[in-house]
């Protein structure tokens, strides 16, 4: 899991194919990795990848064809900034919102306009992901945590502070650019419930019988 709060820039250092599939390696920056051990997750741009080597100023992390085609992971090329969190620990401060790092689709940046000091960004997500976005709840971009200001349709918008434009790889992002989305893990559960809401309950011997009662 993961807050949605970005540690750092880092950037593509090799994209090296490996059947079908690539092996990314990434420079970190600053990122301190002292704490990060190999099979460790890191949320590369909004999608979990696990640590496969470990270097003095980044990782390695092989990524799925299907990782590939479902995210903007597989446009990048060397040199592309890619948004960096390590992995939650339960001590944390939980600035953003909870965050898996299983991208849900592609969204696209619509329009960039200046807002006072601030940019308001509106993004385009496809209808089977639009359900899932409310004004002032949470959504993740590129892994990061940001609060919805409206919703139209299948469009929504944002605003970004200098300091989230200046400190995450917004700052590369331009009109047109597909980004990663990850909707709130709570407004999946909550149409979950709500599409079982008439659904027979669990017998209570089946309960005691499993130790749940």
Known sequence: MFTGIIQTVG????????????????????????????????SVSGVCLTAITLEARGFSADVSNETLSL???GKLKAGDPVNLEKALRL???LGGHLVSGHVDGLGKV??????????????????ALARYIAAKGSVCIDGTSLTVNEVAGQRFGVN?????????????????????IEVDVIARYVERLLANRDAPKLD???LKQHGFA
Do not use: C, K, M, Y
């Open 91 to 93: 001590a944390d401060r």
């Open 11 to 42: 950037r593509i250092a090799r994209l090296e194919p490996r059947g079908g599939d690539v092996r990314l390696a990434i420079d970190t920056a600053g990122l301190d990795l002292a704490d990060v051990q190999l099979g460790d997750s890191i």
């Open 204 to 206: 209570e011997a089946f």
């Open 160 to 180: 970004l502070i200098p300091h989230t434009v200046e400190n995450t790889a917004f700052h590369a992002r331009r009109v047109g650019d597909a980004v990663n």
């Open 110 to 127: 619509v329009s960039i306009t200046p807002d006072g000091r601030s940019q308001r960004w509106v993004f385009e997500v496809p209808a």
């Open 71 to 73: 995210t903007t992971l």
